[in-house]
């Protein structure tokens, strides 16, 4: 079954008259509804229907609210539902237990239906519909149908997404929702007037940028100024062409000034809770009643315990404590002093005069005497969340401006730190270039005097018509032998200089073969000496053919020369998975010294015992490197060593698990 693509909503409930309230609010929404009066009808809901809200009442005649959701919460691709439980059992304990068992929202009855919807609504974070993404989107307020279905026609008819609402209360609810582009307000409804809604848009963070039309039958010039004094952008008479409605919607919206680049925290008439404090279950419930009439979802305790804990299960946009006295400045300390929840703005109301000021001292941040009437307590709540949700913006602003310029910072820094890092690295390989062809001039304007020298002390060594005595020999055999130690290491010191620069030639080389004609080479070098190679077979390799041939020289010398005092010196060849190796069973290292094998000029061992320049490796090292590889050894002094190496194919990053387990 296919997605659908506006939300759908479960209802299950037993009343008809709860099933078909809810249905009409949340199908005015724009939600499409499920209904279910039995547990057996939830239950075949939840296995067959799609949908992304679910409210739940908690007692059914043949199934428990509880479970059903345990049930829900349990099914694979129902986890995230949101779901909502709506119940006659508003004890602090039932709506602890309803929180705990995985509902996102608990609301008892009676319950206003603006606030289960808006609340499902803001738990959802449903977005706009994608066919609606580039339309705007205006809100209109009127209590008369015909009007308001007359509006939408001519709106819709431009291109607009519109939205309805039949009363002020319900239109400042769908605002703090819907967030419109423009609102278009009737000036004369029953509840708040049309002046008052756009005073409370304009008081809203959320809201107050929103465009505003009054619109209105009176002819008077005193009405239009006292509701452009309201605050409304513009104003309509209701006995003018409806198309001066669409010019100055268009007015409007084209003159509105452009929001933050941050979006708005949630809108003051959007769907608030409230805990409620009293001792008396009756006093509490008129209290509730008094504060439900502005649309809000009422929590009741008897205790500041009762209060905590659902608190803690459960955060409340405004606290109100129902009686004054030392009792409540009790309470009132006792929830300011508690981390997080003391944050939350708390209102006391009780029948003393005189105890504004015991209150305010105690923590509250408001008193309101009970005479003053229910109007007067829910003004003050509605101040206390404006002052708050003002100050909850203002900080969100603070940290998300804090947010961007530390990640600007970050982002300057970083791009500091390339740069640099490119100018080191530039630096760097130029100086190693110098460095290289330093090296390779040196080397090669060497050879030449080194040949002479050792040309001549070769022939003062053979010439017989004027012998050389034993003294003079003895130091021309010197001289002799360490011009040779010396166009060995110029010879090394060129090899090393072509390893590390010049463009690699990579082709598909059989590296058996290679393997077998560099031992076969090393091995007339020193035909009197027997060592046994076994090279594997089948060894392939993508790599410049010259390189892994002084890889696999330099390795193989090395071998042999470290086998000298084996009885059966043996040297293999072979690969394990994509890693080459040469394994020899000579003098080995010291443990814990591999690293410094491939160091220039690096020994482990007496050059008395085992000579050589010293270059050989690092050579090695270079030429691997060259391929993008890694070059690593393993051994133990006196037991042999064993050289792996790497040679990627080009484009390929080596693997850092090439590594045997043990390194």
Known sequence: MTEPRVPTVLIVDDSLTVRMDLHESFESDGFVTILAATGEEARAAFADAHFQVAVLDVLLPDADGLELLRELRAMSGREQVVTVLLSTEAEVADRIQGLRTGADEYVGKPYDAGYVVARARQL??????????????????DDSLTFREQLRGLLESEDYVVLTASSGEEGLRVAADRRPQAMIVDGVMPGIDGATVIRRVRLDPALRDTPCLLMTAADDYATEVQMLDAGADGFVRKQQDLAVVLAKLAAVLRQSTEQLPIDPAGSLHGPSKLLALHPDRDELGALADALRADGYEIAGAATADEGLALLAAQPADCIVVGYDGEDGRAVCRRIKEVPRIGDIPLVMTGTRDDSILDCLAAGADDYVRSADGPEALRA?????????????????????LSRRELAAAEERAARQL??????????????????????????HDL?????????????????????????????????HAAAGRMADLVESLLILARASRGDLRRQQIDLTATAWEVTTEVQARDPDRKVEFRVAEGMSANADEGLVRVILENLVNNAVKFTRRVERPLVEVGLTGARYFVRDNGAGFPAGQAGDLFRPFARLHSAADFPGTGIGLTTVHRAVERHGGEIW?????????TFWFTLPPEGRVRPTSDKPDHQ
């Not at 959802?124 to 209109?140: I, S």
């Not at 003002?390 to 602003?397: A, L, T, V």
């Not at 630096?427 to 062809?437: G, Q, S, V």
């Not at 050894?633 to 060593?641: F, P, S, T, V």
């Open 124 to 141: 959802l974070h449903e977005q706009v519909p994608e066919p609606e993404v580039r339309k705007v989107t205006v809100l209109v307020i």
């Open 633 to 641: 050894a393993d051994g133990e002094d006196g037991r042999g060593a």
């Open 418 to 443: 390339a740069e640099t890092r490119a100018a080191l690295v530039e630096e760097l390989e130029w100086r190693n270039r110098e460095l290289e062809a330093f090296s390779g001039s040196v080397s």
């Open 447 to 479: 050879r030449g005097p080194l040949q002479v020298i050792s040309s001549f002390a070769e022939t003062m060594l053979d010439e017989d018509d004027e012998p050389l005595g034993d003294q003079t020999r003895h130091r021309v055999q010197r001289i």
């Open 380 to 400: 003050h709540v509605r101040t206390q969340l404006r002052r708050k949700q003002s100050h909850d913006e203002s900080r969100r602003i603070r940290e998300e």
